[in-house]
């Protein structure tokens, strides 16, 4: 049964072109912004180089692949240039529709299924997260794939939507993503590399002007 609380796109959107990591066109914004201080601190972005799947948690469910990317300002600028730009696309995109006016605090997952064999169910609202020893489940998502609502996947196919959680997933603590009894628990190993690859990202530039994170420092 389709979920009464996925919301889904009218525009048909790429599934290869998606899955695969392609970008959109178009130039990065590299122009900091200054914040006052004190406040998480954002890199700007265009001088990242990772590739998506390094920040990006993965589980296998038998024949089921999900593939779980937080869409925080602090991550996906640390992400190459079209990446970055093709992440923060789809977050603004489904942003309207996910974050009410009274739940700006709501943090925002690229998730995608994937099946090598034909005819392969799955359940969206059975993805969760657990942040800092807390449960959540999805409170809405936005289809990006058209064949989202279906629930079922063909041989070779992705189906890809956006997952708002109710809070802020404090992406500083220790954080899993489960799945029908799979879990992936490397988010730990993960952070390090953002960590490693934001002080990079801080060279390049020469130490100037960062922002802060306003989905991560809104109360």
């Known amino acids: 049964m389709k979920s009464s609380f ?23 914004d590299t122009t900091p912004l200054t914040g006052s201080s004190g ?9 990242g180089t990772l590739a998506q799947d390094e920040f990006t948690l993965t589980l296998q469910s038998g024949p089921l692949q999900a593939k779980v990317t937080p869409l925080a300002e602090s ?4 992400a190459a240039p079209d990446t970055y730009e093709r992440l923060a696309g789809i977050a603004g995109s489904a942003r309207t ?11 925002l997952f690229l998730v995608s299924f994937f099946s090598r064999e034909p005819t392969v169910r ?7 997260i657990v942040n800092g020893g807390l449960r959540y489940r999805p409170t809405a998502i936005h289809a990006v ?7 079922r996947l063909r041989q070779e196919e992705t189906q890809i939507a956006v997952y708002a959680f109710d809070r802020v997933i404090d992406l500083e603590l220790t954080l899993a993503v489960e799945y029908e009894g799979a879990r992936d628990t490397s988010w730990e ?5 953002l960590e490693l690859e934001r002080a990079r990202v801080r060279g390049r530039v020469g130490g100037g002007a960062i922002s802060p994170d306003p989905s991560e420092t809104a109360h």
Do not use: H, K, M
């Open 6 to 28: 996925v919301r889904a796109v009218t525009s048909t959107v790429s599934v290869a072109l998606l899955a695969a990591c392609g970008g959109f066109t178009g130039t990065p």
């Open 145 to 151: 794939t058209p064949g989202w609502g279906g629930q």
């Open 75 to 78: 991550v996906i600028r640390l």
């Open 97 to 107: 529709s996910l974050l009410s006016a009274s739940n700006r605090d709501a943090s």
């Open 122 to 128: 799955y359940e969206p609202e059975s993805l969760q």
């Open 189 to 193: 190993g993960i952070l390090n590399r």
């Open 39 to 47: 406040e998480r601190a954002l890199v700007p972005a265009g001088y």
